[in-house]
T-cell receptor, first 110, second 113 residues
Framework: QKEVEQNSGPLSVPEGAIASLNCTYSDRGSQSFFWYRQYSGKSPELIMFIYSNGDKEDGRFTAQLNKASQYVSLLIRDSQPSDSATYLCAVNMNTDKLIFGTGTRLQVFP | DAGVTQSPTHLIKTRGQHVTLRCSPISGHKSVSWYQQVLGQGPQFIFQYYEKEERGRGNFPDRFSARQFPNYSSELNVNALLLGDSALYLC????????????FGSGTRLTVV
C-alpha cells in the first residue's frame, strides 16, 4: 500500500463547477496535510495546509480532513480553466519530510 | 523578496559524470530540503538540512550527498550519474519545521544521456 494515494485522473469538470480532489494516507500518526498545485513544467505551489479534522476554507478552496478515515480532500469552487493543473497531496508523518502522492490531473473545460 | 532560487535551470550530463545543484532559500529560512520528481510522479524526498545539520535522508543511494552552508544555501551532489537520475530536482525552504509547508524553487531539470 502506498503511503499517500491519489487518483491520477484526469478529472474533467466544466467551468464554474466544483472540483473534488481526494487523497488517502496510510500512517495514522500523520500530523499535517498539504495541497500543492503544479502546472506542467513548473514547480509545486502550496495552496493550503490543514492539521485539524474538519474544513478549512481559503477563497475558492476548501480542504477537508478526516483523520478517522485517513483521507483529505480539496474542493475547488467555481472552477476556472486556469485551475487546470496537477494537484499534489502531501502528508507530514511526524518528521520534517513530506510524502507526496502521485497527483491528480484536473482539466477545467470552458 | 526573492523566493527560493535554484541553479542551473537545465543541465545535460553524460552517464558516469558528477553534478552539483545549488539552492538559496528564502531570506530568513533555515531549513532546506531536496526532492526528486520524475515525470508523472510526485516529488520524492532526498535530504533535509536545518541549521547546517542533516535532519533527514530519503531512500536514495550514497551517490547522492548534500550540504548546507553558513548562509543556509545548499548544494546537492550526485556522483556516477545514471540514466535514471534524469528528473526535476526541487529545493524547498521553510523557516524551521514543516508545519506550514515548504516553498519550492523552480527546480533544476537534469537530463542524463
Amino acid at each position: 500500500q502506498k503511503e499517500v494515494e491519489q487518483n491520477s485522473g484526469p478529472l474533467s469538470v466544466p467551468e464554474g463547477a466544483i472540483a473534488s480532489l481526494n487523497c488517502t494516507y496510510s500512517d495514522r500518526g500523520s500530523q499535517s496535510f498539504f495541497w500543492y498545485r503544479q502546472y506542467s513544467g513548473k514547480s509545486p505551489e502550496l495552496i493550503m495546509f490543514i492539521y485539524s479534522n474538519g474544513d478549512k476554507e481559503d477563497g475558492r478552496f476548501t480542504a477537508q480532513l478526516n483523520k478517522a478515515s485517513q483521507y483529505v480532500s480539496l474542493l475547488i469552487r467555481d472552477s476556472q480553466p486556469s485551475d487546470s493543473a496537477t494537484y499534489l497531496c502531501a502528508v507530514n508523518m511526524n518528521t520534517d519530510k513530506l510524502i507526496f502522492g502521485t497527483g491528480t490531473r484536473l482539466q477545467v473545460f470552458p | 523578496d526573492a523566493g527560493v532560487t535554484q541553479s542551473p535551470t537545465h543541465l545535460i550530463k553524460t552517464r558516469g559524470q558528477h553534478v552539483t545543484l545549488r539552492c538559496s532559500p528564502i531570506s530568513g529560512h533555515k531549513s532546506v530540503s531536496w526532492y526528486q520528481q520524475v515525470l508523472g510522479q510526485g516529488p520524492q524526498f532526498i535530504f533535509q538540512y536545518y541549521e547546517k545539520e542533516e535532519r533527514g535522508r530519503g531512500n536514495f543511494p550514497d551517490r547522492f550527498s548534500a550540504r548546507q552552508f553558513p548562509n543556509y544555501s545548499s548544494e546537492l551532489n550526485v556522483n556516477a550519474l545514471l540514466l535514471g537520475d534524469s528528473a526535476l530536482y526541487l529545493c524547498a525552504s521553510s523557516p524551521g519545521t514543516v508545519i506550514s509547508g515548504y516553498t519550492f524553487g523552480s527546480g533544476t531539470r537534469l537530463t542524463v544521456v
